[in-house]
């Protein structure tokens, strides 16, 4: 659909206005919210690739997390609208000792436009924050992130602390930020790690809708 | 040749007053950081270039976003300082960043740092600059607003080694005046650096032997 396209292009090009009025029209128009997003998100994966070629800076990374902000609230109450009941529980957070949220918030952002009832719990969050959080929640998918590798050590001091709760076999674990990798993830003792947010989505929906049908 | 070095310009001139005199050095410019696996790649060749010509390749570099985990040489032995980047290097210990970071969230600048963001335009000043060129001031100001916001102030370590220390507090004044961050300074060491250079590896750093990895547990507690 050339709508979708253009939306695409318009958020790969950092092209606020014209990105959000694509986004409108494509609404009005009747164009599913659902693909509107995922145009959304094939647009951030292309923002992403362009930053690792170096055609994009630090901040054209953060210009497209904004744009995708304005994007997710109009879509969100479509999204709802359109009758789906919530993809899911997940309860997130920056770890103790990081107070960086720039990715955890595209994240997060990401996850409620894809229908995810997502319960912020912020930055520099203790191990406890977490277990009592996804114990008062009922929440099954954790996500944690970080951004400087002094998370790792916060990471893994979390999981244990969920293993201590009695909670590691009911919740799957995913971890990100800018250092994380696959080393990471198995260091701390996650069950898996996103490279970007979609990623963080694909998990989720892995973990989270299987359960649901 | 005893060793030679790999650093990031953020340490380097605080690492060269503690070297032998000659000892060869590649120097990454700090933006590297922004792409940790780019920066691996990048690491790997220099030790390849290096590997086999000294006994000894010093890094002047930290886990940094694990840019240094799988690091490998075939025949030089690896050294590495066991922290995880260089303001726990230049505050003394990680312990005393977490500290630090404790006490009120910072954004920390030493001597090498700003001339590290001036010699390849990219600190946060420049960031704003770059973005209002692209998208407006208005936009510039939201994004690299939200990019500062965690921070509370600006901390300048000012190390025994740092020359000319009146031009870095101008610099950090006017980015703290800026970004809205209260400015402090705080004395820094360059202990980590003296240790490195000068052979002293008992404790605090990581030593990979040839054909071994770095490893990411080897960097944490």
Known sequence: ?213 | MRMKVIACRVMIDEMRGFLPAGVETEVFEISRHIRPKRLKEDLQAAVDRMDGTCEFILLGYGLCSNAVVGLRTRKSRLVIPKIHDCIGVFLGSHQAYLDEMKKEPAFFLTQGYIRGYQSDRSGPLDELEKVTRRHGRERAEKIVGELMHPYKRLVYIKTAQAADVEADREYSVAMAARFNLRYEERPGTSELLRCLASGEWDRGFVVIEPGREATLEQFMD
């Open chain 1, 1 to 213: 659909m050339k709508v979708l396209e253009e939306i695409k292009n318009a958020l790969t090009d950092l092209n606020e206005d014209l990105a959000l009025q694509l986004v409108k029209d494509a609404l009005a128009a009747r164009v599913p919210a659902f693909e509107v997003l995922r145009a959304c998100q094939d647009g951030m994966t292309e923002v992403g690739r362009r930053f690792e070629c170096q055609d994009y800076f630090v901040s054209d990374l953060m210009m497209s997390g904004e744009i995708f902000k304005q994007i997710g609230a109009i879509l969100e109450p479509e999204l709802k609208a359109g009758g789906a009941q919530t993809a899911g529980k997940i309860v997130f957070g920056t770890v103790k000792g990081d107070i960086h949220d720039i990715g955890k918030d595209i994240v997060v952002n990401m996850l409620k436009s894809a229908n995810f009832e997502v319960l912020d719990l912020g930055v520099d969050v203790p191990p406890e924050k977490f277990v009592s959080a996804l114990k008062e929640s009922g929440a099954t998918v954790l996500g944690m992130s970080g951004l400087l590798t002094l998370a790792f050590d916060s990471m893994k001091a979390t999981v244990q602390a969920l293993e201590a709760a009695g909670l590691r076999s009911t919740v799957r674990v995913m971890v990100g930020g800018g250092p994380t990798d696959q080393n990471v993830c198995r260091v701390v003792g996650a069950d898996d790690w996103g490279a970007d947010a979609q990623q963080a989505v694909r998990l989720a929906k892995g973990w989270l809708e299987p359960a649901r049908s």
